[in-house]
């Protein structure tokens, strides 16, 4: 198999596996805090045992700058994790992972914002494109069926989750050089850090099933994911990576209609595709007025 074959299987599977988080999350029936703290144990666990493999255990591995970068990303990871967790009750697997899929519009907006980027037009139209999404997911609030409780503030803490993995990935960006794996085992020993004081240790979870769950999360979903992840980033170019992550919200889409039955609604519908669409086009660096993309859309039949 050529690397470049092989990066596309890994991305695949990663991208595979991050879409059913959501399903062990919700099956797993525990506190939102419970759950990011032991896929936080389970995963540094894992991590120990791949950064050792590597020989990245070592003095001097991080310096004092990389370290404490490396701990304020981990703030805004956990925050992530915990917002967009507590968002699947609220507003649905499939809605809360699409509105997640803002991320790229997060990082531009901060891209502007801290280190005066510039807003081009096309940014600007695939935000307009991505805003019109936004606002078709919550005018479909009031007929959303079984989508859960507070349908608003799960919207909201999915766009608070988009905020926070932007912010981990610009911190990421200043660490060019670490070893990603080094990175993650940082953020996820913050993790533990931070929620230790507010997980329920005193009652642990029971049950062979619920340990199972959460040491899927911490091994599969942040472990295994993470390796397969960077591989397939130093394998492919960005704009196949790009496309390949989308993956993610598609499978999310089909576990939360298959597992938990949860029909959308036609706004959500097409709020979702917009979403989806404008993030691919920032992502994948589409210009809809130029060529090839204006040939294609001339030969396109008329309704």
Same mark, same amino acid.
């Given at each position: 198999?050529?690397?470049?074959?092989?990066?596309?299987?890994?991305?695949?599977?990663?991208?595979?596996?991050?879409?059913t988080?959501?399903w062990?999350?919700v099956?797993?029936?525990?506190?939102?805090?419970?759950?990011?703290?032991?896929?936080?144990?389970?995963?540094?666990?894992?991590?120990?045992?791949?950064?050792?493999?590597?020989?990245?255990?070592?003095?001097?591995?991080?310096?004092?700058?990389?370290?404490?970068?490396?701990?304020?990303?981990?703030?805004?990871?956990?925050?992530?994790?915990?917002?967009?967790?507590?968002?699947?009750?609220?507003?649905?697997?499939s809605?809360?992972?699409?509105?997640?899929?803002?991320?790229?519009?997060?990082?531009?907006?901060?891209?502007?914002?801290l280190f005066?980027?510039?807003?081009t037009?096309?940014?600007?139209?695939?935000l307009?494109?991505?805003?019109?999404?936004?606002?078709?997911?919550?005018?479909?609030?009031?007929?959303?069926?079984? =989508?859960?409780?507070?349908? @608003?503030? !799960?919207? /909201? +803490?999915?766009?608070?989750? #988009?905020?926070f993995?932007? *912010?981990? &990935?610009?911190?990421?960006?200043?660490?060019?050089?670490?070893?990603?794996?080094?990175? =993650?085992?940082?953020?996820? @020993?913050? !993790?533990? /850090? +931070?929620?230790?004081?507010? #997980?329920?240790?005193?009652? *642990?979870p &029971?049950?062979?099933?619920?340990?199972?769950?959460?040491?899927?999360?911490?091994?599969?979903?942040?472990?295994?994911?993470?390796?397969?992840?960077? +591989?397939?980033?130093?394998?492919?170019?960005?704009?196949?990576?790009? &496309?390949?992550?989308?993956?993610?919200?598609?499978?999310?889409?089909?576990?939360?209609?298959?597992?938990?039955?949860?029909?959308?609604?036609?706004?959500?519908?097409?709020?979702?595709?917009?979403?989806?669409?404008?993030a &691919?086009?920032?992502?994948?660096?589409?210009?809809?007025?130029?060529?090839?993309?204006?040939?294609?859309?001339?030969?396109?039949?008329?309704?």
């Amino acid at each position: 198999m050529t690397d470049h074959r092989r990066g596309v299987a890994e991305m695949t599977a990663a991208m595979t596996i991050s879409g059913t988080i959501g399903w062990f999350v919700v099956r797993s029936g525990q506190p939102v805090m419970d759950v990011v703290f032991w896929r936080c144990v389970f995963g540094a666990a894992t991590l120990l045992i791949v950064c050792g493999a590597l020989g990245l255990l070592r003095r001097g591995a991080l310096t004092g700058r990389q370290l404490a970068l490396a701990a304020i990303g981990g703030v805004a990871v956990v925050l992530n994790w915990l917002l967009l967790f507590s968002a699947y009750s609220r507003a649905s697997i499939s809605v809360a992972t699409v509105v997640y899929n803002t991320q790229p519009f997060m990082l531009v907006g901060l891209g502007a914002l801290l280190f005066a980027e510039r807003l081009t037009v096309t940014k600007l139209f695939w935000l307009a494109i991505s805003f019109t999404g936004m606002v078709l997911i919550v005018q479909a609030k009031p007929g959303a069926g079984a =989508v859960g409780t507070d349908y @608003l503030a !799960g919207v /909201a +803490m999915a766009l608070g989750a #988009a905020f926070f993995y932007a *912010l981990a &990935a610009i911190v990421a960006k200043a660490l060019k050089g670490v070893a990603p794996y080094l990175i =993650v085992l940082v953020q996820v @020993l913050v !993790g533990i /850090a +931070m929620l230790s004081p507010f #997980a329920s240790l005193a009652q *642990l979870p &029971a049950g062979a099933e619920t340990w199972a769950l959460l040491g899927t999360l911490g091994i599969l979903h942040t472990g295994l994911m993470f390796v397969l992840l960077y +591989m397939a980033i130093q394998r492919l170019p960005t704009t196949l990576t790009g &496309a390949l992550s989308f993956i993610y919200p598609i499978v999310a889409i089909v576990v939360d209609l298959t597992a938990f039955g949860h029909q959308p609604q036609l706004l959500q519908i097409v709020g979702a595709a917009a979403i989806l669409i404008a993030a &691919a086009g920032m992502t994948l660096g589409w210009v809809p007025w130029r060529r090839p993309y204006a040939t294609i859309v001339a030969r396109l039949p008329a309704e």
